[in-house]
């Protein structure tokens, strides 16, 4: 009996040994393993999207904020352009008005015209013009003169003008300025007032600034020096 029973034991450890008892559990535990990293590629998809788009919206922002910092400092050159140019023609005219008319020179306004693109202290970027129109030195009481400035930013005409009339009642000056014509307002004269920006800005010629008459304090006559109501 017991010799007999050994041989089976044998057998019985022999198949225990040929098939572990992990293997008898499950058969599928040989295909347990590291599973492939199938929810780990979306997720490094997901953080490289999100990575360009964060470059994406810093370069496009910071494009943007240098597109619009070069545009307010090409309004603000642009600005003190305008009023410069104003300003000048202002100071010429007082000096001219003050004058008997046959010494009066129209020469004067052209040169100072010039002047400012040669000046880089106004010209800067180097692509300013500033040139006289038609205007008039002769009418006794009135100084007026049209004149465009233009740059790579916009091209502006004005029309600027000096009064000073003597009366028993003393004298009595007026000076001002007007837009004519404007790329910064579209074709054609003017009909709003230009912005300049910094709280600046030009009213557009009025149309009764070109009726006939005397010249007066009250208003300037733009028709009597000649200068055109809209672009030749």
């Known amino acids: 009996m017991t010799g007999a029973t ?41 953080w490289l999207v999100t990575v360009l788009a964060v470059c994406a919206s810093l370069i496009l922002g910071g494009s943007i904020e240098h597109a619009v910092d070069q545009r307010n400092a090409a309004r603000g050159l642009y600005q003190m352009q305008v009023l410069t140019t104003a300003s000048r023609l202002f100071n010429e005219e007082q000096r001219e008005i003050a004058l008997p008319v046959a010494q009066r020179s129209a020469d004067a306004f052209s040169d100072l015209a010039e002047s400012m693109g040669a000046d880089m202290g106004v010209n800067r970027s180097g692509t300013l013009q500033v040139s006289l129109g038609a205007g008039s030195a002769a009418p006794p009481a009135q100084i007026a003169f049209s004149v465009t400035v233009a740059s790579s930013y916009a091209s502006t005409t004005l029309a600027v003008w000096y009064i000073r009339v003597i009366s028993h009642g003393g004298i009595t000056d007026n000076e001002g300025a007007c837009v004519l014509w404007s790329t910064l307002l579209g074709p054609g004269r003017a009909t709003t007032s230009l912005d300049l920006g910094g709280g600046e800005e030009l009213q557009p010629c009025s149309s009764g600034w070109w009726s006939p008459g005397p010249v007066d304090a009250t208003q300037p006559r733009l028709g009597l020096a000649g200068i055109p109501r809209s672009p030749g």
Not at 24 to 31: C, D, L, P, R
């Open 6 to 46: 050994e041989p089976g034991k044998r057998v019985g450890l022999a198949s225990e040994i040929a098939n572990p008892p992990g293997n008898v559990e499950s058969g599928s535990a040989g295909f347990r393993g590291p599973l492939p990293p199938v929810a780990a590629r979306p997720r490094r998809l997901w």
